[in-house]
Nanobody, 122 residues
Framework: VQLVESGGGSVQPGGSLTLSCAAS????????MGWIRQAPGKEREGDAT???????KYADSVKGRSTVSQDKAKKILFLQIDNLSPEDAAMYYC?????????????????RGQGTQVTVSS
């Protein structure tokens, strides 16, 4: 499975951003995909996941202002984040699990993309 993220960049505080992840190399009907993030010197966090049933889960740090969605036909995953703050600055990674039931928060993933950088500053 190959995961290629895009959409990162520099955003002002209070702004919004939509990240995209193009997935390829998998033809199965069931899977879990999502986003995690990691800032320098910090632990991985900010999980936002969705499985093939459309069930979503969000870490507390992004819940309420993030939406993870997917275009299953095109195999593209999206993450919209609103009301960004400097605490949201991080490398955002697209992640994938073959098992759609292994789709939660803080878990290990089978694949991870190279990441897209998000910077939040005025």
């Amino acid at each position: 499975v190959q995961l290629v993220e895009s959409g990162g960049g520099s955003v002002q505080p209070g702004g919004s951003l939509t990240l995209s992840c193009a997935a390829s190399g998998y033809t199965g009907r069931r899977y879990c995909m999502g986003w995690i993030r990691q800032a320098p010197g910090k632990e991985r966090e900010g999980d936002a996941t969705i499985n093939t049933d459309g069930t979503t889960k969000y870490a507390d740090s992004v819940k309420g202002r993030s939406t993870v969605s997917q275009d299953k036909a095109k195999k593209i995953l999206f993450l919209q984040i609103d009301n960004l703050s400097p605490e949201d600055a991080a490398m955002y990674y697209c992640v994938f699990n073959y098992d759609s039931f292994r789709c939660g928060l803080g878990i290990q993933y089978d694949h991870r993309g190279q990441g897209t950088q998000v910077t939040v500053s005025s």
